[in-house]
């Protein structure tokens, strides 16, 4: 890549990703963010409500202690394998649109579109659900807004939208700033379970009743808790995007993604001790908000409304996040003559603006019209499909493009990939199985896109 271009704009140095003569500086995105932009960005869109609820739901299928650290062991181990693949990719390919540009660089145009298109349909999506998720939340904490949930998830979207257009440089220090502080919220919870937990707090009876070791009740049980937990870490792979925003990527996209997800599995595993040192099993299996739980058991009655103000920090960051990330996947695909033009123009303030605004108004759609379990199905149905061709990437890039530069290697290769390629597809087919109807959704917005690729093709400019 050619060197970036520096001008000044308020008081500080701005690079653009990209000087060639054939790209405008209005199709440049900035390159402002560095280290501790992506160690935030892997916090702040990992840590989210499904650590407040997925304990109960792993508890509820699990019945011994150790098979619940286990599992969110597993999970974490499964995330760093992943995280593994996307450094290669990423520090590879150095270039906005994720999982679209490294599917289009292994395996040509169409698997891209496809991927690209299916991973902008799952964070567009996800845009709508917090929305919905932080306004129900917000009505907990005022009551007075239960009779206008839907209108104030509507309210939120917009507020969010709109703070994009500030900039950049405003929009990432918050993201910082909120991604930081929902780590150390989360650390000092468990801090408190597990230091001010007395030994007679914990009720007797640490087990549930489990299945027999031979029946398929107990492999189900086992697949359903890890999917509950690969949900929850899900996030993980967010500084992917933003490596065209980035000052150094291939010096600080490493150091982010190894730091934040060891940081957020940390986070997990204690978070699920300090639960257990304070609740048995059938309590934590039983809560809907285990957490919350917790805290009233040390505390008392009173900590509800703190858990619920917890709730609404970890949809906020996660939705900041989907709002910087969402609309760079259009940005690539429109450079790439996939989208409209207008999605690659960035304005004044380094912000893809049509793109966002695209992207915020199918929020919109969904969050009036869509079933939330549906959707939420849906979209981590399309997410996996999505790393699946990711790590599927990484042995057809070796392949095809030996000579690649490649500032860093995959731990391990190829047994690492493989495990990440085939925890991905277990997990496929165990949703399917579990969830037929929102998997065959997911297809059939797949299978969409190849006439939509057809009419593009037609339309693209020739390069």
């Known amino acids: ?59 509820s299928h699990l019945s011994h202690p150790a098979a619940i650290i286990g599992a969110w062991i597993g999970g974490g181990v499964f995330a760093f394998c992943g995280t593994l693949c996307v450094i290669e990719l990423g520090t590879s390919v150095p270039k906005a649109g994720g999982w679209y540009i ?33 306004g129900e939340y917000l009505a907990m904490l005022a009551p007075a807004l239960a009779s206008v949930s839907r209108p104030a998830s509507i309210a939120i979207l917009l507020g969010f939208l709109l703070f994009q ?19 150390l919220v989360f650390l000092a919870l468990a801090g408190a379970c597990l230091w001010w937990a007395p030994p007679a707090v914990r009720p007797p009876g640490s087990t549930v009743p489990s299945p027999s070791l031979a029946s398929a009740g107990l492999f ?41 997800t060891l940081a957020v599995t940390v986070i997990y595993v204690g978070m699920n001790l300090a639960l257990l040192s304070v609740l048995s099993v059938p309590e ?3 809560s809907k908000l285990p957490v919350a739980d917790a805290m009233a058991r040390i505390f008392g009655g009173g900590t509800v409304k703190a858990i619920t103000a917890l709730a609404v920090l970890n949809v906020a960051g996660l939705l900041n996040t989907l709002f910087l990330a969402t609309p760079l996947v259009l940005f690539a695909m429109a450079r790439d003559g996939w989208f409209f033009r207008a999605a690659s123009i960035v304005n004044g303030k380094g912000v893809p603006g049509f793109a966002t605004v695209f ?32 790590y599927a990437a990484v042995f057809a890039l070796r392949r095809r493009q030996p000579g690649l530069a490649r500032p860093f290697k995959v731990w391990g290769y190829p047994w690492i990939p493989l495990v990440a390629l085939a925890g991905s597809v277990a997990f496929l087919v165990g949703d399917t199985i579990e969830d037929t109807a929102s998997a065959l959704w997911a297809l059939g917005l797949l299978a969409l896109c190849y006439p939509c690729y057809l009419v593009l093709r037609r339309l693209r400019p020739t390069p």
Do not use: H
Not at 166 to 181: D, K, T
């Open 359 to 390: 992207s915020g108004v199918a929020g919109f759609i969904i969050v009036f019209g869509g079933s939330f379990e549906r959707v939420f199905a849906v979209s981590a149905f399309l997410t996996v499909v999505c790393y699946t061709a990711g």
């Open 1 to 59: 890549m050619a060197n970036p271009v520096s001008v000044c704009f308020s008081s500080s140095p701005v690079s653009f990703s990209d000087d060639s003569p054939a790209v405008s500086r209005s199709n440049r995105l900035w390159r402002i963010l560095g280290l501790s932009f992506g160690i935030a960005t892997s916090l702040g869109s990992s840590i989210g409500v499904g650590i407040l609820r997925a304990p109960g739901l792993v508890a």
């Open 165 to 183: 257009f500030l900039g950049l440089r405003p929009v990432s220090r918050f993201q910082e700033g909120i991604g930081f502080l929902k780590g």
């Open 220 to 260: 189900s049980s086992i697949i359903f808790a890890l999917q509950a937990v690969i949900k929850t870490y899900d996030g993980w792979q967010a500084p992917c995007f933003f490596t065209e925003e980035d000052r150094n990527p291939n010096r600080n996209l490493p150091r982010a993604m190894i730091i934040g």
């Open 102 to 134: 490294f599917t289009r660089e292994a395996f040509g145009d169409f698997p891209g579109f496809a991927i690209g298109w299916a991973f902008w349909l799952s964070f567009a999506s996800a845009l709508g659900y917090a929305c919905i998720v932080l």
């Open 284 to 286: 934590i299996a039983a």
